[in-house]
């Protein structure tokens, strides 16, 4: 009786082995596949893109045999196949155990060509299965582009809007030359790629959107196209001079700009006017012993917006300097520090900001601006007619018609969907609270009152 129950169950463990080693034919067998669809945002051509994946999963205790999985272009096609590790167009009896899944990996690749409009590229892979057959479509766009490895301006030169540029490796412009970027130039930066300015650089930008000039990482696909740090930055070193940027976004950077040294001659070494400098990791503006003019500027989501040390001439007016603490960047630092000194040494310091926007929310700091003085170097810093959040005001300077620790009332914050618009609400205390500057327009190109303009770099219309 002992051995006839053994039987049993040895009988039944074999069933059920079998049965589990056996394959499901019947075309209703629970497949699922992850999507229907792959999209890729704007790919340069031949510079690749990333991967997307999606995976097929075996729903059935029982094997399933995928008798076919192809990529209807083949070898032809701009899209490329990785099964499980496996690269290849087209792949034949794929086993999947029961609820077990395989992994399809699919890159684009596109080819140059002449068209400088983004145009789509197609595919399809097909998977088949127990007669049935089951698609996903690939989707891409794709966009020819100027592609400089390593350049250096040698020469003074001229950019056009002709087609975007693609920058690997770096971008130099040489002591005494000169680099013009003009109106709708869209410059996108790879990962390694940073820009040295020994010279100068000007961007001639305007007001409607795309007439503005852009820097930004090159990939544009999601997530990536709102990480920061997607780039180096731009560096303005000690020979730099005559740097002037108008309605200028540089977006994505680990220090968007890094100015170093003084001026070398009486004009600033750095003028921004109507410019965003957004979601840099490190720093929207980190300068060393430097001089910067701008004018209706929005430095926003940066590690630390602006951090201006040892000395140095800064003019700020109708800026709005902000950050909101997100998944992207966290809020650590104040949105300003302000010194006369580094590790080595002090400098005299001239610093005036007027009509200026000091904020921070979600973050660690209750002090938004931080002006800090050592030794005795001349220093002179100075905010008129500034809304900031602090708590405890700085030392060593003077101000006047502070508006002190009220919100601004932007119009439209929402961190879940990467989404910030700093323009002023109707009952912002900002409205109507700044000095005649004799500043006309705002950062949109928009009018503004001679008297009683706004604070900030938005005028409420």
């Given at each position: 009786?002992?051995?006839?129950?053994?039987?049993?169950?040895?009988?039944?463990?074999?069933?059920?082995?079998?049965?589990?080693?056996?394959?499901?034919?019947?075309?209703?067998?629970?497949?699922?596949?992850?999507?229907?669809?792959?999209?890729?945002?704007?790919?340069?051509?031949?510079s690749g893109s990333t991967y997307r994946s999606f995976f097929i999963r075996n729903d059935n205790n029982q094997k399933i045999n995928l008798s076919?999985?192809?990529?209807?272009?083949?070898?032809?096609?701009?899209?490329?196949?990785?099964?499980?590790?496996?690269?290849?167009?087209?792949?034949?009896?794929?086993?999947?155990?029961?609820?077990?899944?395989?992994?399809?990996?699919?890159?684009?690749?596109?080819?140059?060509?002449l068209n400088n409009l983004p145009f789509i590229v197609q595919d399809s892979i097909l998977i088949n299965y127990n007669g049935k057959t089951r698609k996903v479509q690939l989707e891409a766009w794709g966009q020819n582009a100027h592609f400089l490895r390593n350049k250096i301006v040698s020469n003074d030169e001229t950019w056009y809007n002709d087609l975007p540029y693609v920058i690997l490796g770096s971008l130099t412009v040489n002591e005494g030359k000169k680099l013009t970027i003009n109106k709708g130039c869209r410059i996108y930066m790879h990962a390694d790629a940073p820009v040295f300015v020994d010279g100068s650089l000007q961007v001639n930008g305007l007001k409607d959107s795309a007439d503005r000039v852009y820097f930004t990482g090159d990939r544009l696909d999601e997530p990536y196209r709102y990480f920061p740090a997607s780039w180096p930055g731009i560096y303005?070193?000690?020979?730099?001079?005559?740097?002037?940027?108008?309605?200028a976004t540089i977006k994505n950077a680990y220090q968007a700009i890094g100015v170093d040294g003084p001026s070398v001659n009486t004009n600033p070494k750095l003028v921004l006017n109507q410019c965003i400098i957004d979601n840099a990791y490190d720093a929207g503006i980190i300068a060393i012993q430097s001089s910067i003019t701008a004018t209706n500027t929005l430095v926003s989501n940066c590690g630390k917006n602006l951090f201006l040390i040892k000395g140095g001439d800064y003019f700020f007016t109708h800026c709005t300097v902000v950050s909101i603490a997100n998944l992207l960047?966290?809020?650590?630092?104040?949105?300003?520090?302000?010194?006369?000194?580094?590790?080595?040494?002090?400098?005299?310091?001239?610093?005036?900001?007027?009509?200026?926007?000091?904020?921070?929310?979600?973050g660690l700091t209750e002090n938004e601006v931080l002006v800090d003085k050592s030794g005795t170097d001349p220093f002179s810093v100075n905010f008129q007619n500034v809304l900031w959040k602090v708590q405890s005001p700085p030392g060593n300077v003077t101000s006047q018609n502070i508006i002190a620790n009220q919100s601004p009332q932007f119009e439209d914050i929402n961190t879940a969907h990467n989404f910030y618009n700093f323009r002023l609400r109707s009952n912002s205390p900002a409205v109507d609270m700044g000095a005649?500057?004799?500043?006309?327009?705002?950062?949109?190109?928009?009018?503004?009152?001679?008297?009683?303009?706004?604070?900030?770099?938005?005028?409420?219309?």
């Open positions: 009786m002992k051995n006839f129950v053994l039987l049993s169950i040895s009988i039944c463990l074999l069933l059920a082995a079998c049965r589990k080693d056996s394959f499901i034919t019947s075309p209703d067998a629970s497949v699922y596949i992850s999507t229907d669809s792959l999209h890729y945002d704007t790919v340069f051509t031949s076919s999985l192809t990529l209807s272009g083949g070898t032809a096609s701009s899209f490329t196949l990785n099964v499980d590790g496996v690269p290849g167009t087209s792949f034949s009896n794929i086993e999947i155990n029961g609820h077990d899944s395989v992994y399809v990996f699919a890159q684009v690749n596109i080819d140059p060509s303005f070193s000690t020979t730099s001079k005559d740097n002037i940027f108008n309605f960047v966290d809020h650590k630092d104040p949105v300003l520090t302000l010194t006369n000194y580094d590790n080595t040494s002090t400098a005299p310091l001239t610093a005036h900001f007027t009509n200026c926007i000091f904020w921070g929310e979600y005649n500057t004799g500043i006309i327009i705002d950062l949109d190109g928009n009018p503004r009152p001679v008297n009683q303009p706004d604070i900030g770099c938005y005028e409420r219309q």
